[in-house]
């Protein structure tokens, strides 16, 4: 399957890791229709592709993305409007097969903080900041945040950040339970790579399955959940890289898996 090509996202994929990087640093990342489109599109591509099994989003330069082309909007210059077939990136995001992770390098707002929080996993540069703002320009907010963040920060936080926008550094993201880690700017880079390259050595349908499990277990009962994860369970020792894994756990050496 060949890497597509887009005009406000870079898409790169090395072996299982995928990156996405929102790439229009003349307007620190600032989204366009297009830009929202296309990583909608690029997102899906990801999800039918059964060799990735990590999934990084970023920005270009020194900014994540600070949420819409407020400058765009406001001249009316803003390209073709968006249909709600458009909206799909958090539920991508949220639910596709490969671990997804939102590499925050800079200012996440709006729109691009419902992405992060949509991820599997946050880290952020020391020198982000985080800003709800949809109330700050009139709206009441899309890309799923008040799905995401009362489960990442409990309903209470979640309704203050959005009924009372304000900017919030990285030390108060990590406070609350907004990002898993904080990293100064120089070591972000060696920071996400070691992350990535743990996840994408972990043995591929233990990941994989991890993922389902998670997804599923937010809209289903405790029972019926216990059922299926066992199901799933048992389905994985009768691989040969779950045999591999404790093999090599015993031996004290790296696991090499197969896919299998």
Not at 27 to 32: G, H, I, P, T, W
Not at 137 to 151: E, H, K, Q
């Amino acid at each position: 399957m060949s890497d597509p090509t887009f005009e406000t996202i870079l898409y790169e994929q090395d072996g299982p890791v995928v990156t996405i990087t929102m790439n229009r640093p003349d307007r620190r990342n600032a989204m366009s229709n297009r830009m929202v489109r296309e990583v909608g599109d690029a997102l899906a591509h990801a999800a039918e592709d059964r060799s990735v099994r990590v999934l990084v989003l970023t920005g270009a330069g020194t900014s994540f993305c600070p949420g819409a082309d407020l400058q765009a909007v406001a001249s009316g210059a803003a390209d073709a409007p968006l249909e709600p077939s458009d909206f799909r990136a958090p539920v991508l995001l949220h639910e596709m097969p490969a671990v997804t992770i939102a590499a925050i390098n800079g200012a996440c707002a709006g729109a691009a903080l419902g992405w992060a929080c949509a991820c599997d996993l946050r880290l952020a540069v020391r020198s982000a900041r985080f800003n709800t703002a949809f109330l700050d320009v009139g709206v009441a907010g899309d890309m799923g945040g008040p799905w995401t963040l009362p489960r990442l920060l409990g309903a209470a936080k979640a309704r203050e950040l959005y009924f009372l926008p304000g900017k919030l550094d990285a030390d108060e993201a990590l406070r609350i339970g907004l990002v898993s880690q904080v990293v100064d700017d120089e070591a972000f880079p060696a920071a996400v790579g070691g992350l990535v390259e743990r996840l994408a050595a972990a043995a591929p349908a233990g990941l994989r399955t991890m993922k389902q499990n998670f997804s599923d277990a937010e809209r289903m009962d405790l029972a019926g959940f216990v059922d299926l994860e066992s199901e799933r369970h048992l389905r994985l020792f009768r691989l040969h890289d779950t045999r591999e894994a404790f093999l090599a756990k015993v031996e004290k050496r790296p696991p090499r898996f197969e896919g299998r």
